[in-house]
């Protein structure tokens, strides 16, 4: 099947102020990465890596300085916003649960709100947001409370149920668990998951925690500086990785099984050794630095992409030297 959405080569800079002196700050560089339909795609990579801005520049929050987006077939500017029937076809959803939410707007006027936008009537607005609280799993009783009166899942329910009412083939979800208890993260995991078979959404999941993104992913992307450096089926990536980044943050996820674990408290950067900047990135791979198979080559050529199985690509020297 075609993919519901695919990016070329996109980049993103920030002009930033580094030291007194201005800056160009590379957030995401040359990235490439298909969605199927009906299907997460799952992104990784630790704080800064440009995960945020990735999801902001598909949904058209962000404008790109280069490359290509082609959406369920059509072609999308990446550098020109977005008209509103574009951006009706992705949604996003945010870590903060309240942040992202109107403190003095009801439930239902919250849900209402993108529907107003685009122009629906009463009628079909009252009917979608019953629709879409039911489906989330908020009580009707909800519909004229206000967001401090909800608990933090609630929340983040009434902001899934928001990015549904427009009934979008996209949902881009940025940290959308992250800011949750443990057991109403598995809930909210749990829902999505029933959403996604129920309206035949498409994911895009984001998660600096890699238990969570294997939960619901069926392919994943691992960045590092602005790149994806491995992508594939979540299963292979997740039984046999092969960048050394997805191998240093593999090694370091604290297992869910408390038979297995052996450290005291989660580990959630790969190494103490310390990132790069994004403004002066390190020349040719940028992994080098702390990578523990690094030779003069990653120093001088940047690894592009290669294939190394049925939609598996790694971008690591390791694999394109004989
Ligand atoms: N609006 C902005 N202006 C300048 N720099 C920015 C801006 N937004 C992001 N950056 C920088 O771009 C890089 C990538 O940031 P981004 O928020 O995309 O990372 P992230 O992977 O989402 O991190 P986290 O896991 O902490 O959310 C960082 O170095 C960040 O400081
Ligand atoms: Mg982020």
Known sequence: MADLLELIDISKTFDVRSGGRRATLSAVDHVSLTV???TTLGIVGESGCGKSTLARVIVGLHLADDGELVFDGK?????KRRTPGELKQMQMVFQDPSSALNPRAT???SIAFPLQVQGASKSVIAERVATVMRDVGLPAAYASRYPHQLSGGQRQRVNIARALALQPKLVVLDEAVSALDKSIQAQVLNLLSDLQDEYGLTYVFI???LNVVRYLSDDVAVMYLGQVVE???AQQLYDEPKHPYTQLLLSSVPTLDP??????????TADSTEIPSPIDPPSGCRFRTRCPFATDLC???????IQVGEGRTVACHLYTTP
């Open 36 to 38: 199927r339909p009906g």
């Open 75 to 79: 072609q999308m500017l990446t550098g």
């Open 107 to 109: 439930i239902s006027e």
């Open 207 to 209: 998660s600096h925690d």
């Open 231 to 233: 992508q594939g089926s």
């Open 259 to 268: 038979a297995e674990s052996t450290r005291d408290e989660p580990v959630d």
């Open 299 to 305: 120093a001088q050529v940047v690894p592009v992409p």
